[in-house]
Nanobody
Framework: VQLVESGGGMVQPGGSLRLSCAAS????????TAWVRQAPGKGPEWVST????????YYADSVKGRFTISRDNAKNTLYLQMNGLKPEDTAVYYC??????WGQGTQVTVSS
């Protein structure tokens, strides 16, 4: 299985970005998926999880109300809609499938 993230970039505070994570292979719909981020000089931080069926989601307190995780099992794709971005959201964002497979990461920078 390969996971490829996209959608990162630089945005001003208060802006929005939508991250995507495209998965190759059949297992995508069978596994829970998550977003994890790592800011410069810090350890990994779990951001959000969506269950395999897509109906149940979880968020870190730091992003609750601003980020929305979703998935399209027909397209083998995971999404993270990020609104109200803050400088502290600056990090490399990684997608994870089943706590087994990881993407290469996409950089998100929030700065004025």
């Amino acid at each position: 299985v390969q996971l490829v993230e996209s959608g990162g970039g630089m945005v001003q505070p208060g802006g929005s970005l939508r991250l995507s994570c495209a998965a190759s292979g059949d297992p995508f719909s069978m596994y829970d998926t998550a977003w994890v981020r790592q800011a410069p000089g810090k350890g990994p931080e779990w951001v959000s999880t969506i269950k395999a069926g897509g109906g149940i989601t979880y968020y870190a307190d730091s992003v609750k109300g601003r980020f929305t995780i979703s998935r399209d099992n027909a397209k083998n794709t995971l999404y993270l809609q990020m609104n109200g971005l803050k400088p502290e959201d600056t990090a490399v964002y990684y997608c994870n499938l089943g706590n087994i497979w990881w993407g290469q990461g996409t950089q998100v920078t929030v700065s004025s």
